[in-house]
Each structure stands twice: as C-alpha cells, then as structure tokens.
C-alpha cells in the first residue's frame, strides 16, 4: 500500500492565521524550532523589546530578544530576512563585543555565508550558554571533527535545554529506518537532535542523517560526505534557478547514485519528495524510497509495535518548554497511524485498531487540529439500504433550536433509541459492527460504596434500572457515537415522510464550545439552571450526580466530602436515571448536568459530569478527560440544517 500523507507545512499554515493571546510584558524569544507562536504576538514582542531598548540601548538581552523577535515574525509571515540589517548594525553599536551582538550577527548572515568567527567569540564569552549550540555542531559537522561534534551533542545534551519530546520522536524517526541508510532530513528539529541521539546514546550511528541544504551550502562537506557514500562528486549546481532548486538537484543526484538504501523523514516538505512519490512508501516517521514494491505494512507495524517510544504520547508526563513545536510535529504520526488503523481493522484487529485512532484524536487535539480528524478517518458506517422504523416527527420534535443555526436533543440518547441503531445493523447484516458498537456489560452494583450493595433491587434501582429501555446508554466507544450520528443522518435524510421540516440535516457530536452554550441556555451560571447550587428551596436535589458533597483538598490533591448524606441514592438514584427526569433548561435540554457525561467530537473530552460526579466537576465550564467505554459516559446528538 503506497503513503498517503498530509505534511505538516499544512497545518503550520493554521497556527501562523491564529492569533495566541497577546502578552502584556516583553518576554524571552526562543527559536521557532523551541517554542512557536503566531506572527502577531512576535510581532507584539518586536514592538515591546524595541520600547525597552529606547530607554536603555545597553540592554543586551534586549537586542537578542528585539532581533529573534523580529526574525521570527517574518520567518512565519515569509518576508524579507534583510531589513533585519538595521537591527544587527545597531546592536554592534549599542552592545559590541558581546555574546549577543556576535550571535545576531552570525544569523543575519546567509546559510552559505556565516562567519563562524562570531559564534566562537560568543562562546568563548559566554562558554555555558546554550543558544549557539545547533551552530557548533553545525560547523563541525561541515568540518567532519567528530570529536567536537561529540564532545557538543553531549554538553548540549547535559544542559537540560533540549527537548525531551522533540528526542522521543528523533528517536521513533530513526527506528523507522534500517541500520545503515542515509536519512534525508530538512529541519532542523530534525537534524540536530538525530545527531544528539547518535553522538550521546549510540542511536543508529551507521545512518548518515543528512540535511541536503547543509550538503549544498558547502562544497568540502558536500565532497567528504560523497566521498564517504561511494556518490560521484560530478554534480553541478544549476546556476539560475535558485537555492532551492539546488537542494531538490542534490536530492535527485543522491537517489539516483546511492549504494545503500535512501529515506526521507516525514517533516521534509512535499515539494522535495514529490519528484519521487510513486517510489516512496510510508514506513513510521520516514518514507522509504525503493523502485520496486515495498510490504511497507509489515514494517511499518513491526517499527510501531515493536521499536517506537509510545508511552509518553497519550499522556506526556512532565512540562516540556517546547510543547507547542512537540505538539505540531506529532502530528507527522497520523499518516502512519491512518494506516495501521486501515490495517488493524482489515485484519480484524479491532482493539488494536481503537487504540490507533485514540492515539491519534489525542495527537490532533495537543495539536488543535480536531477538525482535521475526518480526513484521517472518514466514517466508515455503511450506506443503509433496509427501511427503519423511526418515527420522524419525534426526533424533529426532540431537537431544540441552541442559536447559530443549530440544534440539540433534548435528551441523552437513550438505550431504546440505540437499539434501533443496532436493530438496523443487524439488517445490514454488520455483524463484526454490531459486536464492536454494542454496549459492553456493566456490574452496576460493584460501582457503588460496599456498605449499599446489599439493599433490595426496589430500593437501589427504585427510579428505573440502568439497562431499562428510557436510561441513556453507556460504556460504548466513540466510534459508536460517531456512527449513530452517521445513522441517524442517513435515516432522516431518506425519509420520505411528506411533513419533514428539512430537506437534508448532519447530526454530529459537538465542540466543548458548542456544548456549553447549549448547556447554558443564555446564561452564565455555573449549572445549566443558572444558580450555584445543586438543591432548590425545598432541599430537592436538582441533577443526578454524587449527593456526597465534595470540595478540593490541595494538599491531598483530590476532592474529600465535607458532608456526608444518607446514601449516595439521595438525589433521586444511585444510578442512570431516565433521560427525561430532572427539570430541562432553558432551551428545553435535560440532564445537561448529570446522569451520564456526554462526549465531546474528538472522543478525548466529555462535559456535564454523570451520576458518579461530585457536583463541583459537573459545572458546565469544566471538561473532563474520558476513557471509553465507560459506564459514567453517554451522548447527546446535535443538528445541523445542510438543506432547509
């Protein structure tokens, strides 16, 4: 099976359109490849450090602040790097001889032009700073001083300053390559941390990682690395196309004459590989590229399953500085995740299928590319072709306007109208979905504290019993959420019923935003009833969570009861209760609060709390992450008109 790949040139494109909250004070100014933000806070910065060197020109921080700033603004917005000049010439001004004015001076320079006499200045003057570090192993890298590249990998390595994220996925990036190779590269986030894992930690030292700007850019390198590779050194430069045309020349030279097996990492931009697309095959992070065919499939999952660091993926454990670029370039795993899911699924894998995906939502929401997930994973619900009994007039009346547009059940979907969803499947004849979409048994009693467990089935389930056909239904995953929705849309679309109030409508689970203003219903309290608290005048519990009233102990980092009820059926149940109880907002929307928490598109979030939660984590502004299947966790479905 060949690649399919959406680069993440694409998807930088999003976050430089975004604007982040604008900052109110100057603040440090990292490399785009450390921290990334939008044009305009760089833009805000550029402005701010410029006010602080007006009142004081010897402020050297101030000048390096003033001119990455600067920099990166137009790095992101693609303007020209020479109006920087100004900036630099001051600085020698105001601050000369100094670590920072060597280091802006170097920068401002060309590729091919950079006097590497500034960057030893500057270190000699400040030898433990880490900002020119990815400088000295450049230059000796291009030297082909082994030693210094080591003994630089390591310091670098020791300062603490290199990401730990932006390693783990250098590190997946090499386990998806064969043990001696050479490994195409582009940036720089893809450069030097390789180089770091094979200097200090023996990573794949036989792959020769190779940035092909770096290649073109100086002749002595580009002829010792040729020599080394068995490549012929004949190659010329085309004159008048450009550099970059340089660059995607070399590339051709180097496919063509390799003796040992070429990739490209997944972060090189799509314009270098495209001249090689049909002989190029996703095999993890990298592409192998191979004239014949390639079971890229069998080692693409051995590489996932067997050589990857995934642990830290779901759930990063600990703060990374540089959690903006770690989260965008994460999202080079789709492409190979889309693909084992593909193959996992074909191979009846389903489990291991489910947890691609998840991996997956999750990467897309740390990225903020939710949206894109359909891309990925299109819905693959069958179309439906046998008649469903489904009653059009009730589901329309069940939909209640929420603004913009859009509409919102009234109710929890309800384990009688999921089985309808199933009974249709069985139709279809989808037996493999029917057993993965069915809703996994839940031991109902052993959820509950030990000291209730042994009253009468009267008295615990005296509003209606969990399984009972009018109770939301629960412990299903997301991919069966998605594809009720998908379902149900075919189900209302096809109807012929005469009175049909809209020609084609989307249901569809909603946004954490989306959500909360249906929850809220125009207001702003903290519940969808708008007060503060759970109970009316009466002391009558108003939603279905845990009665045991909870507050935040910080030092024990966990809610603690403060007040101890009857039991913990004193809201009305001990468990689920109906989908219609309770009293509806405003909007006419029930157990928004509540009863069961209801996920949110992505499968990664729900809101409104269940019947498990204390009332505090109910509150409609606060999202909670979720596992699936869970018996706390339903859904309710959206509406959106297509065609009046």
């Excluded at 009972?468 to 995953?477: E, G, H, R, S, T």
């Excluded at 059926?569 to 209760?577: C, L, R, S």
Aim: glycine share 4%.
């Amino acid at each position: 099976m060949k690649a399919c790949y959406y680069p993440i040139w694409y998807f930088l494109l999003f976050l430089m359109t975004t604007s982040y909250l604008q900052a109110q004070k100057a603040e440090t100014i990292y490399p785009l490849t450390e921290v990334l933000y939008s044009v305009e806070y760089y833009k805000e910065q550029a402005q701010l450090w410029r006010t602080i060197l007006d009142e004081n020109p010897q402020h050297a921080m101030g000048w390096l602040n003033y001119y990455a700033a600067s920099r990166n603004e137009r790095l992101l917005s693609g303007e020209d790097m020479k109006s920087l000049d100004r900036i630099v010439e001051e600085a020698n001004k105001a601050i000369p001889d100094t670590y920072e004015s060597h280091f802006v001076t170097f920068w401002q320079d060309p590729l091919g032009e950079r006097n590497f006499d500034h960057i030893f200045r500057a270190h000699e003057l400040a030898p433990d700073r880490t900002e020119i570090m990815d400088d000295l192993l450049m230059y000796y890298e291009l030297k082909g001083d082994q030693k210094n590249l080591k003994k630089y990998c390591q310091q670098w390595y020791d300062s603490g300053t290199v990401s730990a994220g932006v390693l783990k996925w250098n590190y997946n990036a090499l386990m998806s390559v064969s043990d001696e190779c050479i490994f195409l590269v582009e940036s720089d986030n893809a450069t030097f941390p390789a180089w770091i894992l094979q200097q200090v930690h023996g990573v794949k030292p036989n792959v020769t990682v190779l940035n092909p700007y770096l290649v073109v850019s100086n002749d002595d390198y580009r002829k010792r690395i040729f020599d080394k590779l068995h490549i012929p050194l004949e190659w010329q430069a085309p004159v008048s196309d450009g550099y970059y045309a340089q660059v995607k020349s070399l590339t051709q030279h180097i496919i063509k004459h390799a003796h040992i097996p070429v990739y490209f990492n997944v972060s090189v931009g799509p314009d270098l590989r495209k001249q090689f697309e049909e002989e190029l095959f996703l095999v993890g992070l990298a592409f192998l590229h191979s004239k014949t065919s390639v079971d890229n499939l069998a080692i693409l999952r051995n590489n996932y399953e067997n050589r990857f660091l995934k642990d830290d993926l779901l759930n990063p454990i600990g703060y990374d500085p540089s959690y903006t670029v770690v989260d965008h370039i994460n999202w080079n795993y789709l492409p190979a995740l889309t693909l084992l899911h593909e193959h996992y699924l074909s191979s009846g894998e389903t489990a291991q299928a489910r947890k691609v995906k998840k991996l997956a939502v999750n990467l897309a929401h740390r990225a903020g590319r939710e949206s894109a997930i359909a891309n990925f994973f299109p819905p693959q619900f069958p179309r439906i072709q046998s008649p469903v009994n489904i009653n059009i007039k009730s589901l329309e009346k069940a939909m209640k306007p929420v603004g913009n547009g859009r509409y919102a059940s009234a109710t929890e979907v309800s384990n009688a109208e999921y089985e309808l969803f199933l009974v249709s499947l069985l139709k279809e004849k989808e037996y493999r979905l029917i057993n993965e979409f069915k809703a996994t048994p839940v031991d109902w009693i052993s959820l509950i504290p030990e000291e209730y467990r042994n009253q009468p089935s009267e008295v615990l389930f005296s509003n209606g019993h969990p399984n009972d056909p009018q109770a939301p239904v629960v412990n299903i995953i997301y991919e069966a959420a998605l594809a009720y929705c998908d379902w149900l849309t075919q189900v209302y679309n096809k109807s012929d019923y005469k009175r049909k109030q809209f020609g084609q409508v989307r249901f569809y689970l909603p946004s954490q935003e989306e959500w909360r203003m249906a929850a809220v219903a125009n207001g702003n309290g903290p519940y969808p009833w708008g007060g503060p608290e759970t109970k009316n005048k009466k002391g009558c519990y108003l939603a279905n969570v845990n009665p045991y009233l909870s507050e935040y102990d910080e030092s024990k980092a966990a809610f603690v009861a403060v007040e101890h009820p009857e039991s913990p059926g004193e809201d009305g149940a001990y468990f689920t209760v109906p989908v219609t109880s309770y009293f509806p907002n405003g909007l006419g929307l029930y157990n928004m609060t509540g009863n069961v928490a209801e996920m949110l598109d992505g499968g990664i979030s729900a809101m409104g709390g269940s019947w498990l939660s204390p009332a505090q984590m109910a509150k409609v502004n606060k999202p909670q992450k979720i596992n699936l299947p869970s018996p706390e966790v339903g859904f309710r479905v959206f509406m959106e008109v297509v065609k009046p």
